[in-house]
């Protein structure tokens, strides 16, 4: 009975769900990749990508892209993603990612907003604040 | 209080100008997509708020140095405008992990060193507020400021001590060219309201410390304890 136990509660363990980010990310990033292209100029050079290795690590090769030359996309080496390479951005029909792979972040804008609104926001009051003290120093020398 | 105006005034517009490129016309970053324009708003404020804090670390060891009360407004002029930076800082960080690492924060060694880092600049301005005695309060928040700033170092440099989920240093090299120009103008935007406003708070603070050093009400010393009348004399 013990070992009927050990094994239900093993099986079912979190430890053996898909090791991903999805679950956590949910609502935000998608695995599904709509690779789409947001600015820069098109052309119709086709760059294959590699093979799908054996980890499941590396995306996979089956897919349409095309590739973009120039500054199409902008990136960065970190956030926890790749290091900039040559500047291009593809555009892929199929899934781009292993399964258990996350994907681009989609739908961030209502994030973006939140962080300028606010820290315009408070840059600004705190502005007001610094001067309204300043004017209140001030008033309070010229009363005495 | 001219120069200190037109200096914030210039930072808001260089700001709105580089924001407006950050947020319209720069291409979203690769892999995160339009969550990466925080970035924008988020490095410049992260640079900025070290600065404030390196300023008010050499103001603090001016002020134990010469002991005047100029460099005592700087420390507390600083130190005010990078907290306030600080906390910024620590809110984008938090609404750009949440799509990107999929929580509002971890407790990881750049994350958490900024938050103590915050903390610690902010106990610097509690002790200030708790102190009424001019020199003392000079002498402890001079050593606070710079206990405080042995944190900025850390901060700096967790990334490369330690395992750190937060991304590593970049540079030009390492960052797409779309990006350098609303980074580079969204920095100096930072970089321009903070001088400004570092400048109006050393003003208010000096004419605040001013008005104390020259307050007749207060005793040069404490009053010597009359025991036989069993109170003050």
Redesign the interface.
């Known amino acids: 009975v013990r070992a009927w136990i050990f094994a239900a509660l093993f099986l079912s363990s979190p430890a053996l769900a898909e090791p991903s980010?999805e679950?956590?990310?949910s609502g935000?990033?998608s695995a599904e990749s709509d690779l789409s292209i947001?600015?820069?100029e098109e052309n119709s050079v086709r760059r294959p990508l590699p093979p799908l290795s054996e980890d499941g690590l590396t995306e996979a090769g089956d897919e349409e892209v095309d590739a973009t030359p120039g500054?199409?996309?902008?990136?960065?080496?970190?956030?926890?993603?790749?290091?900039?390479d040559a500047?291009y951005?593809t555009t892929a029909t199929g899934p781009s990612y292993a399964d258990g792979m996350a994907g681009?972040?989609?739908d961030?804008?209502r994030?973006?907003w939140?962080?300028?609104g606010?820290?315009?926001a408070?840059?600004i009051l705190?502005?007001l604040s610094?001067?309204r003290?300043?004017q209140a120093?001030?008033k309070?020398?010229q009363s005495? | 209080?001219k120069w200190p105006s037109l200096c914030?005034a210039v930072g808001?517009a260089l700001?709105a100008y580089a924001?407006y490129v950050g947020?319209f016309e720069?291409?979203?970053?690769?892999?995160?997509?339009?969550?990466?324009?925080?970035?924008y708003?988020?490095v410049p404020?992260a640079w900025i708020s070290l600065l404030c804090f390196l300023v008010a670390f050499i103001a603090a060891i001016g002020s134990l140095w010469t002991g005047r009360y100029g460099w005592d407004a700087l420390v507390a002029a600083s130190s005010e405008v990078g907290v306030?930076l600080t906390?910024?800082l620590l809110?984008?960080g938090a609404?750009?992990a949440?799509?990107?690492?999929?929580?509002w924060w971890a407790w990881d060694p750049r994350l958490t060193s900024s938050a103590m880092m915050f903390v610690m600049f902010g106990v610097v301005l509690l002790l200030r507020s708790l102190i009424s005695d001019p020199a003392r309060r000079l002498t402890l928040s001079a050593v606070a400021a710079i206990l405080a700033f042995v944190d900025v170092p850390i901060v700096y440099f967790s990334v490369k001590w330690w395992n750190s989920?937060?991304?590593?240093w970049?540079s030009p090299e390492?960052?797409?060219?779309?990006?350098h120009l609303p980074l580079r103008m969204a920095a100096f935007g930072v970089l321009f309201?903070s001088i400004g406003?570092i400048a109006?708070?050393v003003?208010?603070i000096r004419?605040?410390l001013d008005?104390e050093l020259q307050e007749p009400d207060l005793p040069p010393e404490a009053p010597p304890l009359d025991l036989d009348a069993g109170g003050v004399s």
């Open positions: 980010g679950e956590s990310n935000e990033v947001e600015s820069g500054d199409a996309t902008a990136s960065t080496n970190g956030g926890g993603s790749v290091e900039a500047g951005e681009k972040i989609e961030g804008r994030f973006v939140a962080a300028y606010v820290s315009w408070v840059l705190f502005t610094v001067i003290r300043w120093q001030e309070s020398e005495s | 209080m914030i808001f700001l924001h947020l720069a291409p979203s970053e690769r892999y995160m997509q339009n969550v990466g324009r925080i970035l708003v988020h404020t306030v906390a910024l809110f984008q609404v750009w949440k799509p990107t690492w999929g929580t989920l937060h991304q590593e970049s390492t960052v797409s060219q779309t990006m309201i406003l109006v708070r003003k208010t004419a605040q008005g």
